[in-house]
Each structure stands twice: as structure tokens, then as C-alpha cells.
T-cell receptor, first 114, second 116 residues
Framework: EAQVTQNPRYLITVTGKKLTVTCSQNMNHEYMSWYRQDPGLGLRQIYYSMNVEVTDKGDVPEGYKVSRKEKRNFPLILESPSPNQTSLYFC?????????????FGPGTRLLVL | DQQVKQNSPSLSVQEGRISILNCDYTNSMFDYFLWYKKYPAEGPTFLISISSIKDKNEDGRFTVFLNKSAKHLSLHIVPSQPGDSAVYFCAAIPNAGGTSYGKLTFGQGTILTVHP
């Protein structure tokens, strides 16, 4: 089954404690992205990657890091989380051809930073 | 600076009637637009898209209209069904080529409720 998986699905942490949210896809997709969803703001893109070792900033990259060492994985790293990073996070992937209509989203990770 | 705006946070319609969801954008570099549907506790799923070279695209009960001069697009659902109740996001991609081809900007979303 084609899917994007994220772990953990729920996470409560404290300010300043480094955390990583993993994202993995089994479709051999070139493109992967991270988004956050906040009330009244919709989804905002954090980072995206066009392929292994190729990443670029989205609209809200501050406070986040990403890496793309393998095609299937695209972890999101919060080096020093702050309460304003409390949000619902989605990872997504899509093929290089076919455009955004082929984009699959993961189920989401709900993060609470105290 | 919200470049893609959905000014109606919610919309309520009767089953069988038309649902019209609206979206406005400010960036003239956007040239490809998409609508996503999202149910609670799930990720968004692609619904329909339109290129800026077209003014209409239809897929079954769903039709997207694009008015480039007004920088406005709309999604029509006819007839609406209770299973259409979800949050709908419009999104846009800039025509800048290169790495920006991966960039996607969303609106705030509109909650659609279809009553039986």
C-alpha cells in the first residue's frame, strides 16, 4: 500500500528539548515536504526537498532543520523547540512527474511544546 | 502576509444543492492551483487542479473556475453530499521554475458542512 508514515503521531515535550519527527514514504518519490497547520492560517510549508541532499526553505523555516540522506526519509528536526511550534505537522511526498496532484500526505503529528 | 486567502471560514449547505468555495490570491507568479480536502485526523487529499492557461476544469461533481484578472478561483460541488463535509484548502504554485517548483502555498481553509 502506497503511504507516507510519520512518527510519533502525538508528542508532548518541553521548551528547549531537541526532538525529531520522522517521515518515510514507500513510493520512491523524489519530492518531500513538511507543513504545519494552525487555526486561521491553514497549512504552511516549512521545508521541501527535490531529491537526496537537495532541500529548500518554504514559507516558515525558522526554528526547523531537515535532512534528506535517503530518498525515502525526510526527518524534521526541532533543535530547541518553543511553545510557538506547538502545531499539527504533516509530511508529504510526490513523484517528480505528475505534479502536485500526485502528492500524498501523512496522517499528521500533533506536537505540544510546554 | 497571506498570499492565498479563503475569506469564508465556514459554509453550510443542504444536501443536493451547490456548494461554492472561494479563494483569492495576490501573487501574480502563481500559475497552478489546487484544491485539497481534509477530514479530521487525516492528512489532506488532492481533489482537483487547474493551470493558469485554463479558466475551468471539471471532474465529476467538482468544477474549479479560475479568473486570472481578478486573481480569484472557486470550487463548485454539485450536487453536494453529506460525505463532502470536510475542510477544503486551495493552494498555489509559483511559475518560477528551478527549486521553487516544490513550493506550495495554502489558504486558511473553509469548513464545509452539508446537511442531509
Amino acid at each position: 500500500e502506497a503511504q507516507v508514515t510519520q512518527n510519533p503521531r502525538y508528542l508532548i515535550t518541553v521548551t528547549g528539548k531537541k526532538l525529531t519527527v520522522t517521515c518515510s514514504q514507500n513510493m520512491n518519490h523524489e519530492y518531500m515536504s513538511w507543513y504545519r497547520q494552525d487555526p486561521g492560517l491553514g497549512l504552511r510549508q516549512i521545508y521541501y526537498s527535490m531529491n537526496v541532499e537537495v532541500t529548500d526553505k518554504g514559507d516558515v523555516p525558522e526554528g526547523y532543520k531537515v535532512s534528506r540522506k535517503e530518498k525515502r526519509n525526510f526527518p524534521l528536526i526541532l533543535e530547541s523547540p518553543s511553545p510557538n511550534q506547538t502545531s499539527l505537522y504533516f509530511c508529504a511526498s510526490r513523484a517528480g512527474t505528475g505534479g502536485m496532484k500526485t502528492q500524498y500526505f501523512g496522517p499528521g503529528t500533533r506536537l505540544l511544546v510546554l | 502576509d497571506q498570499q492565498v486567502k479563503q475569506n469564508s471560514p465556514s459554509l453550510s449547505v443542504q444536501e443536493g444543492r451547490i456548494s461554492i468555495l472561494n479563494c483569492d490570491y495576490t501573487n501574480s507568479m502563481f500559475d497552478y492551483f489546487l484544491w485539497y480536502k481534509k477530514y479530521p485526523a487525516e492528512g489532506p487529499t488532492f481533489l482537483i487542479s487547474i493551470s493558469s492557461i485554463k479558466d475551468k476544469n471539471e471532474d465529476g461533481r467538482f468544477t474549479v473556475f479560475l479568473n486570472k484578472s481578478a486573481k480569484h478561483l472557486s470550487l463548485h460541488i454539485v450536487p453536494s453530499q453529506p460525505g463532502d463535509s470536510a475542510v477544503y484548502f486551495c493552494a498555489a504554485i509559483p511559475n518560477a521554475g528551478g527549486t521553487s517548483y516544490g513550493k506550495l502555498t495554502f489558504g486558511q481553509g473553509t469548513i464545509l458542512t452539508v446537511h442531509p
